[in-house]
């Protein structure tokens, strides 16, 4: 509407070109005046169109940001206290996410490699073997310390993302939600829910692992490595938004759908 507005004073002198000559020069001088007026009021075209380009820039960035959060398991959760249910829907997503299949996937080539267990022998059926004993640690721990524990504890089981500062920053904050974390009414606890849960779940998966596996040591290691899993998890919540920026600077169309439309 302002571009619309800004030329009216032009079309208004080629419609009456020839009475101005005629007017003489008061009218002229006149028509001097507008003009300059005309001129002053047309200036800001220019930072329009930067400003709306500007504007299209910031809502890509917006949009690009809003894909990168689509995903549940890395989404900024609110600060409205999550029932019961809604806690075991959390766990739920967590334990079938994409990232929790690759978390084991690569636990158990590291477990195949290493012959952890020589009673799951090698070849493809011992990784198979492993592959769902590290999964099933994965479930276990994640509903034990994201459902039970924090339902029992009236604990918050979401991370909340820092999302500024340094790297290094960023990573120890994250790194110390394993034993911070946010009560259902708001205050900062102790994150009883992580670290007890991340043992008792060390606990349970004894269970279903050879007889060899029922002793305090081997508890105690698989206790060691729930929490460190747990961690890298958080790290990777933190960073991921990062990461798909990162993506995009060096391939534009990473993450955005063939048709130009919103996912």
């Not at 910031?58 to 609110?78: H, M, N």
């Not at 606890?189 to 606990?203: E, R, V």
């Not at 960073?239 to 993450?255: E, N, S, V």
Request: hydrophobic letters at 40%; proline letters at 6%; charged letters at 15%.
């Amino acid at each position: 509407m302002e571009l619309e507005d800004s030329s009216l004073p032009s079309l208004f002198a080629r419609s009456h070109r020839k009475s101005i000559i005629l007017l003489g020069p008061l009218l002229v001088v006149a028509l001097g005046l507008k003009g300059s007026a005309q001129d002053t009021t047309s200036l800001p075209e220019a930072p329009v169109a930067e400003n709306v380009r500007m504007e299209g820039e910031q809502a890509k960035l917006q949009l690009d940001s809003a894909r990168i959060s689509a995903s549940p398991l890395f989404s900024s959760p609110s600060l409205s206290p999550l029932n019961s249910e809604q806690k075991f829907i959390l766990a739920t997503k967590d334990s079938f996410s994409l990232p929790a299949a690759i978390f084991a996937a690569a636990g158990a080539g590291v477990n195949q490699a290493q012959n952890l267990y020589p009673e799951f022998h090698q070849g493809a059926q011992g990784y198979a073997r492993n592959y769902w004993h590290c999964f099933a640690d994965q479930t276990v721990d994640t509903y034990v310390v994201e459902f039970i524990l924090p339902s029992a504890l009236h604990q918050d089981p979401r991370y909340y993302p820092l999302r500024q500062g340094s790297g290094w920053k960023r990573t120890g904050y994250s790194l110390s939600r394993l034993f911070i974390t946010r009560a259902d009414s708001g205050s900062t606890k102790f994150n009883t829910s992580q670290i007890l849960g991340s043992g008792l779940a060390a606990s349970v998966s004894s269970l279903y692992y050879p007889n060899r596996d029922l002793n305090l040591s081997i508890v105690t290691q698989r206790w060691q490595a729930n929490l460190v899993g747990d961690g890298l998890m958080m790290v990777l919540k933190e960073f991921t938004p990062d990461i798909g920026h990162a993506m995009r600077d060096l391939y534009p169309h990473f993450g955005r759908p063939k048709n130009g439309t919103a996912q």
